[in-house]
């Protein structure tokens, strides 16, 4: 089982709606959740952290946390053309606080 | 606020040979990663310094990789010789401490041939 899981995608979206990124992690510990942005050929830009269950927004972006099921997600709202990119989940492992990532999700937003 | 600079931002070389990359963290940060990005994949951890010592490199191929980070301030990563699967982006990043938000420099693509 990978530490971090994500759906490789691509998922595509129509511009305007509400794209929706998961991510699942194996180690029951963790305790701090990070989701970066990449753009082809860019390093990875941190959009969001969360460190608590439930829902944390920032502007377009809602993270949510479901730790008792190993569960979090990354909510874009109003999807641009711009938002098209590589979403990277991230979690920090508790043994060793190192960042764990997932091979990433392909969000495709078409005008 | 400048933010995490790296050099050189592309390299190519042939296999057996060596390289080095350079690595400024934002400035105050402790905390200083090194990662490997093969294409189609998430970042791999090589490396992690707390100021000017070693906290995790388990994952670093120390036959062939080494990396310092002296005065705790610039760290260097160094790769003799190269082979052709290292071929990859090596992206460091900086944090104010181990648990908190990592941020990424621009990135060093090297390409092995």
């Known amino acids: 089982q990978k530490e971090v899981e994500q759906n490789s995608g691509p998922l595509s979206v129509p511009e305007g709606a509400i794209a929706s990124l998961n991510c699942t992690y194996s180690?029951?510990?963790?305790?701090?959740f990070f989701w970066y942005r990449q753009y082809s050929g860019k390093s990875p830009e941190l959009i969001m952290s969360?460190?608590?269950?439930g829902d944390k927004e920032d502007g377009r972006f809602t993270a949510q946390l479901n730790k008792a099921s190993q569960y979090v997600s990354l909510l874009i709202r109003d999807s641009q053309p711009s938002d098209s990119a590589t979403y990277l989940c991230?979690?920090?492992?508790?043994?060793?606080?190192?960042?764990?990532f997932g091979t990433g999700t392909r969000l495709l937003v078409s005008p | 606020e400048a933010g995490v600079a790296q050099s050189p931002r592309y390299k190519i070389i042939e296999k057996r040979q060596s390289v080095a990359f350079w690595c400024n963290p934002i400035?105050?940060?402790?905390?200083l990663y090194w990662y490997q990005q093969i294409l189609g994949q998430g970042p791999k951890l090589l490396i992690q310094?707390?100021?000017?010592?070693?906290?995790?490199d388990s994952q670093l191929p120390k036959d062939r990789f080494s990396a310092e980070r002296l005065k705790g301030v610039d760290s260097t990563l160094k790769i003799q010789p190269a082979k052709l699967e290292d071929s990859a982006v090596y992206l460091c990043?900086?944090?104010?401490?181990?648990?908190?938000?990592?941020?990424f420099g621009p990135g060093t693509r090297l390409t092995v041939t």
């Open positions: 969360i460190y608590s269950n």
């Open positions: 991230a979690v920090l492992n508790t043994g060793f606080q190192k960042l764990v």
């Open positions: 310094f707390q100021n000017n010592g070693v906290v995790d």
């Open positions: 990043a900086s944090s104010l401490r181990t648990t908190y938000e990592q941020y």
């Open positions: 180690d029951r510990g963790s305790q701090s």
């Open positions: 400035s105050g940060h402790a905390t």
